[in-house]
């Protein structure tokens, strides 16, 4: 049996809110042994802890959403720095950048994300990165920002390859997702080829982003198994290979023992 790590997953979204156990289910009976789920603003965080109390096999990462960056309070940097005390909270985030939707300023979000690196780094705790249209903003603050001495995950990563080593220099794990699985996504393709074995991690960000063949419905956790297939099938390697590696990967990311 195959062993697979969900490194990102949104299981108390409302998506899941009629059949949350059975997904559970599905995922483990798919060979998800591991996962992480995301608390991103005032309303996941305390969900996302739920979950991690209630499994012992899901864990939580905490952090402010860049789309969510008009709405944090001082209060709440310390409130994330008092919940990473919890052993059950292995990184922060997602945190970064996102220039697609227009709800929060740029330069909000940029102070945001600045000071939620200058947090990991205090508590030494890797970084989940969301990137949606801003890669090159991403790569000059984690640069000003002295990322690379905690590192993390570049969730779902969608930049080009020059911006994939970027990332690598910088102590950064580059995870991939549903468009993986897409028959269009040349781009994710070439940089997966590219990553050293040793830095790639997969991931569902469910309930979005699924994988083909279910593209359009509601992404779950058991689907990490056909981004590893997809993996398996690019890199010339058994789905096995690819699972041992991606969850040993994590489990080093997370610090998980």
Not at 1 to 21: G, N, V
Not at 217 to 235: F, G, H, P
Request: glycine share 6%.
């Amino acid at each position: 049996m195959i062993s697979l790590f969900d490194t990102h997953t949104h299981l108390d979204s409302p998506h899941f809110d009629e059949d949350r156990e059975a997904v559970i289910e599905r995922a483990r009976a798919a060979g998800v042994d591991l996962m992480v789920n995301i608390g991103f603003n005032r309303e996941t965080i305390p969900t996302t802890l739920a979950l991690a109390e209630k499994y012992d096999f899901i864990y939580a990462a905490v952090g402010w959403h860049p789309v969510d960056s008009i709405d944090m309070l001082p209060e709440d940097l310390n409130w994330i720095e008092d919940l990473c005390t919890n052993p059950k909270v292995v990184a922060i985030g997602e945190i970064g950048l996102d220039y697609h939707w227009d709800t929060s300023p740029k330069d909000v979000q940029h102070r945001v994300f600045r000071e939620q690196i200058r947090l990991a780094k205090k508590l030494k705790k890797p970084i989940i990165i969301h990137n949606r249209d801003a890669h090159e903003d991403i790569v000059k603050l984690l640069k000003e920002e002295n990322a690379s001495e905690v590192g993390g995950i570049m969730h779902c990563f969608s930049g080009s390859p020059e911006t994939a080593q970027k990332c690598l220099d910088m102590n950064f794990y580059i995870s991939f997702g549903g468009p993986l699985t897409f028959k269009n996504a040349r781009v994710p393709k070439e940089v997966l080829a590219m990553v050293p074995s040793d830095r790639i991690l997969i991931e569902t960000d469910a309930p979005y982003l699924t994988p083909h063949p279910f593209r359009g419905k509601r992404n779950e956790t058991s689907y990490v198994s056909l981004v590893a297939e997809a993996a398996a099938e690019i890199l010339g390697k058994s789905v096995a290979e690819i699972a041992n590696l991606t969850t040993e990967n994590g489990k080093k990311c997370f610090g998980i023992v």
